[in-house]
């Protein structure tokens, strides 16, 4: 089963299409920096051994009438706790507006590096350091991206068409989980799978629906934002660097069309490309291929519509998750501290007392809606999930 309204994420992006009079234009200025690891340094599961492709955080900086705002999406596996507080007030400096009115994602690639500056503190208050997180290379990495924010704001670009397009990606993503006849979890499927019931099963309900957003000045397009439903991992877990099927998809379709493009989703819960993936090298360029032919085929569908600054607003609302009963502080802080546990489990551990002393602190996450256009009546099919 296919569900076209199965959307994750926490910015929603809004987009009408209604005629609109002139009014002050909308501008944008689009960024990218480089955040490829040195050797040595720490990816997912293994210290960084080889640089099969640059890893990037890319995006846009969009200024109408108000604050400008930030969308950011970076190469590594996850930006979280204070590592994502501190990248969000770092590029709103760099732009010259507030952290509320900053999106940082990640494409979640497993064989690229971690921030967590709030859990990697308590590895290193616990005598473990240094094996999930480089602090000091995340830091540089964070300035580069600031730094390109700045020089992109010396030459921005007038918007006066907002473009849409949507396509269906063929053999990609798939329920990990697969149901039996007693509604429990008969079958598991990763990001890769040989298990040939496991592949035979149906895709399940996933979101097939590529999305693309364009920004044109009159004839020429400015940039491109896509998003897809999917965990981004073809195969991983030695030290070798990549940019992952999604990343190599992105790249391609910004060499063909010679239009900077930014691509967003990461982590897609109960998606993967199991069903479509063995695990081998030779399946990530396929699947590379098979998502950027749902750009292309999105980009070929694209419908223009004049915009203005007018039509660009910005709203948050700050929610407090819910943490998992059995996540208490003590019990994270006994594994944390107990020096016969894997460093691995002492990681994950520093990442969860993290987000849960967050919480019982009062900290609350932005879930932020981003709209784009006047929404006029029922905009079924125009909400698009970053």
């Known amino acids: 089963m296919r569900n076209p309204w199965l959307v994750f994420g926490v910015i929603v992006l809004c987009c009408g299409v209604s005629s609109l009079s002139a009014g002050e234009p909308l501008k944008i200025a689009v960024f990218a920096a480089d ?33 400008p705002i930030v969308l950011c999406a970076v190469d590594w596996i996850g930006i979280g706790n204070g590592g994502h507080d501190t990248w969000r007030e770092r590029l709103a400096t760099a732009a010259g507006t507030t952290a509320d009115r900053v999106a940082v994602q990640t494409l979640h690639q497993h064989d690229a590096p971690d921030c967590d500056f709030s859990a990697s503190e308590l590895l290193t208050e616990n005598g473990v350091s240094g094996r999930r997180y480089d602090d000091a290379f995340a830091r540089e990495a964070l300035n580069r991206t600031a730094e390109a924010i700045e020089t992109a704001l010396k030459a921005t670009t007038p918007v006066t068409h907002l473009g ?11 329920n990990r989980r697969i149901l039996g006849p007693d509604g429990k979890v008969a079958l598991i499927r990763f990001s890769s799978c ?145 020096e016969s546990a894997e460093p691995g489990e002492r990681a994950a551990s520093a990442r969860k007392l993290a987000f849960v002393t967050r919480i019982e602190a009062g900290v609350k996450t932005d879930i932020a809606c981003l709209h784009l256009m006047r929404i006029t009546g029922d905009c079924s099919g125009r909400s698009i999930c970053m």
């Open 194 to 338: 040989r298990n040939a019931e496991a592949i035979a099963a149906p895709e399940g309900t996933i979101d097939p629906k590529l999305r693309l957003v364009s920004f044109w000045n009159a004839d020429e397009p400015v940039a491109v934002l896509t998003y897809y439903a999917c965990h981004p991992q073809s195969y991983y877990g030695k030290g070798d660097v990549t940019c992952d099927f999604v990343g190599l998809a992105r790249n391609a379709r910004e060499k063909e069309a010679k239009i900077p493009h930014v691509h967003f989703n990461g982590a897609g819960g109960n998606l993967a490309a199991g069903k479509y993936n063995d695990g081998s090298p030779e399946m990530r360029p396929v699947l590379a291929e098979r998502l950027a032919d749902g750009m292309r085929r999105a980009w070929e569908q694209t419908v223009k519509t004049p915009i203005t600054a007018d039509d660009l607003r910005w709203n948050i609302e700050r929610v407090s998750l819910p943490v998992a009963p059995h996540l208490t502080a003590a019990s994270l802080q006994q594994k944390l501290a107990d």
């Open 35 to 67: 955040v490829t690891p040195p050797i040595g340094s720490p990816v997912a599961y293994a210290p960084t051994r080889s640089i099969v492709d640059p890893l990037s955080a890319k995006g846009v900086v969009l200024l109408g009438k108000d604050a």
């Open 164 to 174: 849409i397009g949507v396509a269906e990606v063929e053999m990609v993503a798939s």
